[in-house]
């Protein structure tokens, strides 16, 4: 359900919420297998970092990250409240699947990752070459979208949305996003010293949730003009308190000023040798990343959990994908949805805490296996919801209950995802190569994020393909076009749905789920049984 993007994402409509702290934590595995090498040297400096007095010395380079972070935020969460907006003008389901791959980026993105860790220009700093050019992008691109936004939404107009435009530019955004994630990830492991070196995973998290909330959450509530005269305003008025494009001139001015800061006043090859000692960068060269990376895939264990990887979610790509969707067409204001995540976010804190304890034995994938058919059942209570949502809307709106019950199957749904994700992280980390973790956790979390991608999409492609509809009132005149369905509106007839491709779509997801589980599911889970050298590249010996 698109109730909260940064979950969503993980399952193929982002990451979800959630891709960067995985990335983060791989990369801090390099830096491990650094300590342990320093620690072998007789004559090692690492006592200058003794002299540390904490986080206390660092707090401004947290703040930075924090920043940084938030504002990489920022265009994935209005990525992710255009579909809702789309919905609201009532676009069709093939129109979201095209805009889905706006979405595909934060999981492509070790395609062209290496190129961004080894083209730089040292003067300026390696990690400033491509974060001060990435974002003054993201700056220019949001105010060319501050003018031209209403029109590609045609806001004003009778026209359905310009969907291609949306997607180009929007996807253009997260391709940027994507860029200046890996430029941040890799500098917030230089720009902190070994001993604060964690909390760079904290900053990617709370700063990259708080970014998502301002630019989803905050916006559709503030663009709301029903949620701002209830709650805001003294006397009614048609629109919000903001736009979409006073949002986006806004942010653009935001990104453009900061980034120019970031540029003059952050000093990127500055050591402070007399307090802190700073961590050492890789420098392996772009063919031997690309090499290594195809050294990984080949290995048979590898090339197995991949393959499962990227089928496991196919069970449940009606339900993440088109359920918030379709309760936006049944009615649910769109702003009410967004809040729905912010109850969530303490659920989303504890969870991972509590199912860690679970996955922090030799064999994590037992609870995937065990909360992947609970999943699949919550597929099957979110079709029942959207089917009775209808038949509860009020005059006023929908009633305190019918929300209750939405939180309830959410959170439900978050119980069962996290189990899943946890349980996938830890036995990425479990398999993973030491020597070069980092290179291998972050391809095992690119599969696991393509796995969620395409069937979201797919799923989306499909729901109009199966959804029929006749004309009533117009005798002849059928709906299988759109121009079929304005003729039969113009001969005084209107489509009625008579089968909801949603909920073909999924009994099909959920029966291909118990199929995926009960055929490949054990394997998955035998996978945990295979010795230590299977899962290591030759290369790295």
Same mark, same amino acid.
């Given at each position: 359900?698109?109730?909260?993007?940064?979950?969503?994402?993980?399952?193929?409509?982002?990451? /979800?919420?959630?891709?960067?702290?995985?990335?983060?934590?791989?990369?801090?595995?390099?830096?491990?297998? =650094?300590?342990?090498?320093?620690?072998? +040297?007789?004559?090692?400096?690492?006592?200058?970092?003794?002299?540390?007095? !904490?986080?206390?010395?660092?707090?401004?380079?947290?703040?930075?990250?924090?920043?940084?972070?938030?504002?990489?935020?920022? $265009?994935?969460?209005?990525? !992710?409240?255009?579909?809702?907006?789309?919905?609201?003008?009532?676009?069709?389901?093939?129109?979201?699947?095209?805009?889905?791959?706006?979405?595909?980026?934060?999981?492509?993105?070790? *395609?062209?990752? @290496?190129?961004?860790?080894?083209?730089?220009?040292?003067?300026?700093?390696?990690?400033?070459? %491509?974060?001060? @050019?990435?974002?003054?992008? +993201?700056?220019?691109?949001?105010?060319?979208?501050?003018?031209?936004?209403?029109?590609?939404?045609?806001?004003?107009?009778?026209?359905? #949305?310009?969907?291609?435009?949306?997607?180009?530019?929007?996807?253009?955004?997260?391709? *940027?996003?994507?860029?200046?994630?890996?430029?941040?990830?890799? %500098?917030?492991?230089?720009?902190?010293?070994?001993?604060?070196?964690?909390?760079?995973?904290?900053?990617?998290?709370?700063?990259?949730?708080?970014?998502?909330?301002?630019?989803?959450?905050?916006?559709?509530?503030?663009?709301?003009?029903?949620?701002?005269?209830? &709650?805001?305003?003294?006397?009614?008025?048609?629109? !919000?308190?903001?736009?979409?494009?006073?949002?986006?001139?806004?942010?653009?001015?935001?990104?453009?000023?900061?980034?120019?800061?970031?540029?003059?006043?952050?000093?990127?090859?500055?050591?402070?040798?007399?307090? /802190?000692?700073?961590?050492?960068?890789?420098?392996?060269?772009?063919?031997?990343? &690309?090499?290594?990376?195809?050294?990984?895939?080949?290995? @048979?264990?590898?090339?197995?959990?991949?393959?499962?990887?990227?089928?496991?979610?196919?069970?449940?790509?009606?339900?993440?994908?088109?359920?918030?969707?379709?309760?936006?067409?049944?009615?649910? $204001?769109?702003?009410?949805?967004?809040?729905?995540?912010?109850?969530?976010?303490? *659920?989303?804190?504890?969870?991972?805490?509590?199912?860690?304890?679970?996955?922090?034995? $030799?064999?994590?994938?037992?609870?995937?296996?065990?909360?992947?058919?609970?999943?699949?059942?919550?597929?099957?209570?979110?079709?029942? +919801?959207?089917?009775?949502?209808?038949?509860?809307?009020?005059? =006023?709106?929908? @009633?305190? &209950? &019918?929300?209750?019950?939405?939180?309830?199957?959410?959170?439900?749904?978050?119980?069962?995802?996290?189990?899943?994700?946890?349980?996938?992280?830890?036995?990425?980390?479990?398999?993973?190569?030491?020597?070069?973790?980092?290179?291998?956790?972050? +391809?095992?979390?690119?599969?696991?994020?393509?796995?969620?991608?395409? #069937?979201?999409?797919?799923? *989306?492609?499909?729901?109009?393909?199966?959804?029929? /509809?006749?004309?009533?009132?117009? #005798?002849?005149?059928?709906?299988?076009?759109?121009?079929?369905?304005?003729?039969?509106?113009?001969?005084?007839?209107?489509?009625?749905?008579?089968?909801?491709?949603?909920?073909?779509?999924?009994?099909?997801?959920?029966?291909?789920?118990?199929?995926? %589980?009960?055929?490949?599911?054990?394997?998955?889970?035998?996978?945990?049984? =295979?010795? $230590?050298?299977?899962?290591?590249?030759?290369?790295?010996?």
């Amino acid at each position: 359900m698109e109730v909260s993007k940064p979950i969503t994402h993980k399952n193929g409509r982002q990451r /979800k919420p959630m891709v960067s702290n995985s990335d983060m934590r791989a990369r801090e595995s390099k830096l491990e297998v =650094e300590d342990d090498e320093e620690a072998l +040297l007789p004559n090692s400096d690492r006592a200058e970092g003794q002299a540390s007095n !904490g986080l206390n010395g660092e707090l401004s380079n947290v703040a930075l990250l924090l920043f940084l972070y938030v504002l990489q935020g920022i $265009p994935l969460g209005l990525a !992710g409240s255009i579909p809702l907006i789309m919905q609201s003008k009532n676009v069709s389901y093939r129109d979201q699947a095209y805009f889905s791959f706006v979405f595909w980026p934060f999981s492509l993105k070790l *395609l062209w990752a @290496p190129l961004v860790d080894s083209l730089y220009l040292q003067r300026f700093g390696r990690r400033k070459s %491509w974060l001060v @050019p990435t974002q003054y992008l +993201l700056g220019l691109f949001m105010l060319y979208l501050s003018f031209s936004v209403d029109s590609m939404l045609q806001t004003d107009g009778q026209k359905g #949305p310009d969907v291609f435009m949306l997607t180009a530019v929007f996807f253009m955004l997260a391709f *940027l996003a994507a860029t200046q994630d890996i430029a941040v990830d890799g %500098w917030a492991l230089t720009m902190l010293s070994r001993e604060n070196v964690g909390y760079a995973s904290t900053c990617n998290s709370v700063g990259q949730t708080a970014g998502y909330f301002l630019g989803n959450v905050l916006f559709l509530a503030l663009e709301s003009a029903d949620f701002c005269n209830k &709650y805001l305003r003294f006397e009614p008025q048609e629109r !919000g308190i903001v736009t979409l494009s006073d949002f986006l001139f806004f942010w653009g001015i935001v990104f453009l000023v900061s980034t120019t800061l970031v540029a003059i006043l952050k000093k990127e090859n500055s050591r402070r040798h007399h307090t /802190k000692k700073k961590p050492k960068e890789e420098t392996q060269g772009v063919m031997e990343t &690309y090499k290594l990376l195809l050294s990984i895939i080949k290995m @048979p264990t590898v090339l197995t959990f991949c393959v499962l990887l990227l089928t496991a979610k196919m069970g449940f790509s009606a339900a993440d994908a088109v359920t918030g969707l379709k309760l936006v067409e049944a009615g649910v $204001p769109k702003e009410q949805l967004a809040l729905l995540a912010v109850p969530m976010v303490p *659920l989303q804190i504890l969870l991972p805490l509590v199912i860690s304890k679970y996955t922090a034995g $030799p064999r994590p994938l037992d609870v995937f296996y065990k909360a992947f058919p609970f999943r699949l059942l919550i597929g099957l209570e979110y079709a029942l +919801l959207v089917w009775w949502t209808p038949s509860v809307r009020q005059d =006023e709106g929908f @009633p305190l &209950y &019918y929300y209750a019950v939405v939180l309830l199957s959410y959170a439900l749904h978050q119980v069962a995802l996290y189990s899943m994700y946890v349980a996938c992280m830890a036995f990425h980390a479990k398999v993973s190569d030491p020597v070069i973790g980092g290179t291998y956790m972050t +391809l095992l979390n690119t599969v696991t994020n393509l796995g969620g991608n395409w #069937p979201s999409t797919l799923a *989306l492609w499909l729901v109009d393909s199966l959804t029929f /509809k006749e004309c009533q009132g117009a #005798p002849g005149q059928t709906c299988g076009s759109v121009e079929e369905a304005g003729l039969c509106v113009r001969e005084g007839g209107a489509c009625v749905t008579t089968l909801d491709g949603y909920y073909v779509e999924s009994v099909v997801c959920v029966v291909i789920g118990l199929c995926w %589980w009960i055929f490949f599911g054990k394997k998955m889970k035998r996978l945990q049984d =295979e010795s $230590p050298s299977a899962w290591q590249c030759r290369v790295a010996k």
